[in-house]
């Protein structure tokens, strides 16, 4: 009878909890280093199943990259500065993060503000000018979405709906 495998193997324990982690979605090779070390796992076994991982196409930082920024952007609305910093968060090195954030260009980034601040403007019905403003740019503030073309998305989706665009005469436009 062949014999059962070792539950207690550090490097299949590792492995185990890598593919489980990987099988609710992508993870960063940060992720799952910090996974693995929260679990008690040595630091060589870490090291040597995340490279048996990324060889074998598993952990691919560029990769996931590429697929978080696409999809927090088109769902979300998030804007290139929150990407970033997600990613940065993830663990993901700088020049990955710079070069997935790049993939979304200037145009496509304004259009999405617009498509934002178009769905946010048929809630605030009531509100007065000054309160709409406040409202639009700091969503699109926290989205990751630079000041100027916050206030400058604002002033012409605000002026689009015939609202006063007074308060915004003097912001900073980039």
């Known amino acids: 009878m062949a014999d ?19 099988t609710v979605r992508p993870r960063t090779r940060a992720e799952l280093q910090q996974a693995l070390a929260r679990k008690g796992i040595d630091g060589e076994v870490i090291e040597g199943v995340l ?6 196409g598993l ?12 999809s927090r952007h088109t769902y979300e609305g998030l804007g290139r500065r929150a990407l970033a910093a997600e990613l940065r968060r993830k663990g ?8 997935a954030v790049a993939a979304i260009d200037y145009g496509a980034e304004e259009e999405r503000a617009r498509q934002l601040v178009r769905k946010k403007l ?3 019905g ?19 979405y630079s000041q100027g073309m916050s206030f400058r998305v604002v002033r012409d989706e605000l002026r689009s709906a015939d609202a006063d665009t007074d308060l915004l005469d003097d912001a900073p436009l980039d």
């Open 92 to 99: 993901v090195e700088e020049s990955v993060t710079a070069e």
């Open 126 to 144: 009531g509100a007065d000018d000054a309160v709409r403003v406040r409202r639009l740019v700091g969503m699109l503030a926290r989205k990751g």
């Open 4 to 22: 059962a495998p070792n539950v207690e193997d550090p490097v299949q324990r590792a492995k185990d909890i890598c593919l489980r982690l990987l």
């Open 122 to 124: 048929r809630t605030l």
């Open 51 to 56: 490279g048996r991982l990324d060889a074998i």
């Open 59 to 70: 952990v691919d930082d560029r990769s996931f990259a590429e697929v978080w920024v696409r």
